[in-house]
């Protein structure tokens, strides 16, 4: 594709929201609730924030400034600021790693629709309070209704993307963030009224120092990761759809801002209906699909048209943010086969959809049939969400922040990061990001992949 045929972003406001989109998703209303509940609440926030902003900010840079400076796909990127040289072949791991996680995430995304039809029915309230919790194992180790959601969930992610940059992520992204906003402050409004909620106000929000050990800091360092969708070419591929125009800096900390704020509603809003109810909340992955449905059946013995309100609200807000996060995963292996395999993007859509849609099937048949099939001991979907999360991501992040610190010309990087010198704030920023860059992150990030490789 040419580079003048190619589609940007409409605006700031447009950038913002279809990055924030990217990096507001799952990991932030189902795995930032769980990880903060086993790791000890705010001590956990605490670091996480720390993380977000000196070491994810400057690799969410990275990612920027190769993005916009080759206004390409991430395997395109490499062969244009680095021809010849062996850096497009690294990039093959930022094409699939997505792809891997899109596979086993849209799994997760047809959960949540399974969910939504049951708040929307009022099936929580028709259960027994103890059965609850075993609704979920019973519906996900089922081998056909799964499956179909998994498909509906993927298919809308690629009906979406069809539709392009501007007519279909910016127009998605533009409604969907403002939107979850709305639905999550909703459900902690409500969440802050129940007994008891101020047990999880107070986990969340009163740091407890002994609980910071070197397993909570590589917890939340690693979540910082997921939830900002580093290293696995998301913001590089949304970036190279961003004007030479727009301030890199600002986009990268209102992305970071509206991804924090969101992931501490999220968490807040959770945790004070897991202790409302008085369940435990180091309850792991389950707690959204198990723990909160046990919440919403407590509180339909006395109210069970507001419970039904309060679980369908709650199960849109996950299926929205999973949709947000699910298209820009995929947009990395599209952009990929229209650019270098000169696909149309209907096509490329199309090829991307059946080879995650594959995944995706195995991923959640692991949980029933092929639970027997295992590789280092963990389930197909395990080993997808431990590979991905653990490895590659890792390892596309120190990819992204050794390729502008190291292989880049420094003068291209503080062209880019400073639009030719052109914005202020962000010449005087320049020194000490590009030494987080060029130093910090690649130190860390090798100190969170080697604990994936020893813990």
Request: glycine share 10%.
């Amino acid at each position: 594709m040419a580079e003048n045929k190619r589609e940007n972003f409409g605006g700031r406001f447009a950038i913002i929201m279809a990055m924030a989109g990217s990096a507001i998703g799952l990991g932030n209303i189902w795995r930032f609730p769980y990880l903060a509940g086993e790791h000890g609440g705010a001590a956990f926030i605490l670091v996480y924030i720390l993380s977000s902003v000196f070491l994810s900010l400057p690799i969410f840079l990275s990612e920027s400034i190769i993005g916009r400076r080759s206004k390409s796909n991430t395997y395109g990127a490499m062969k244009k600021l680095a021809p010849g040289t062996r850096w497009k072949w690294l990039s093959i791991i930022t094409i699939l790693a997505p792809l891997i996680i899109v596979s086993y995430y849209s799994v997760v995304g047809g959960w949540s629709i399974e969910y939504l039809v049951k708040s929307l029915t009022f099936g929580f309230n028709s259960v027994p309070k103890e059965e609850i919790t075993s609704l979920f194992s019973e519906f996900i180790s089922r081998p056909y209704a799964p499956i179909l959601f998994h498909t509906i969930f993927l298919g809308t992610t690629a009906i979406i993307l069809t539709a392009g940059v501007k007519s279909g992520i910016e127009k998605f992204s533009n409604w969907s963030v403002p939107v979850l906003f709305l639905l999550i402050l909703a459900i902690l409004l409500y969440s802050l009224t129940l007994p008891g909620a101020m047990g999880g106000v107070i986990y969340m929000a009163k740091p407890d120092f002994s609980k910071i050990t070197s397993k909570v800091i590589l917890a939340a360092m690693g979540q910082s990761f997921y939830s900002l969708s580093l290293g696995v070419g998301t913001i590089l591929v949304y970036s190279s759809y961003v004007s030479k125009k727009e301030n890199l800096l600002v986009s990268g900390l209102g992305t970071a801002a509206f991804d924090l704020m969101f992931a501490l509603m999220a968490g807040f809003a959770v945790m004070t209906a897991v202790f409302s109810a008085g369940v435990t909340p180091g309850a792991g992955p389950g707690l959204i699909f198990e723990s909160l449905p046990y919440v919403f059946a407590t509180m339909g013995e006395s109210a069970p048209v507001l419970s039904g309100i309060i679980a369908t609200v709650f199960f849109v807000t996950i299926l929205i943010s999973a949709l947000t996060s699910a298209v820009s995963l995929m947009e990395v292996g599209v952009a990929y086969l229209i650019e270098e395999m000169k696909m149309k993007r209907k096509w490329a859509t199309f090829t991307t959809f059946i080879g995650t849609w594959t995944l995706g099937c195995f991923c959640s048949l692991s949980f029933g049939p092929l639970g027997g099939i295992q590789f280092f001991g963990k389930t197909i979907f395990g080993f997808c969400d431990w590979i991905s999360s653990n490895f590659l991501m890792a390892l596309g992040a120190l990819l992204f922040s050794l390729f502008v610190g190291w292989k880049m010309k420094k003068s291209d990087v503080y062209d880019e990061f400073t639009n030719g010198g052109t914005l202020k704030v962000n010449v005087r920023c320049f020194k000490p990001v590009y030494f987080l860059i060029r130093y910090i992150a690649p130190i860390v990030i090798l100190i969170i992949f080697l604990s994936g490789i020893l813990l």
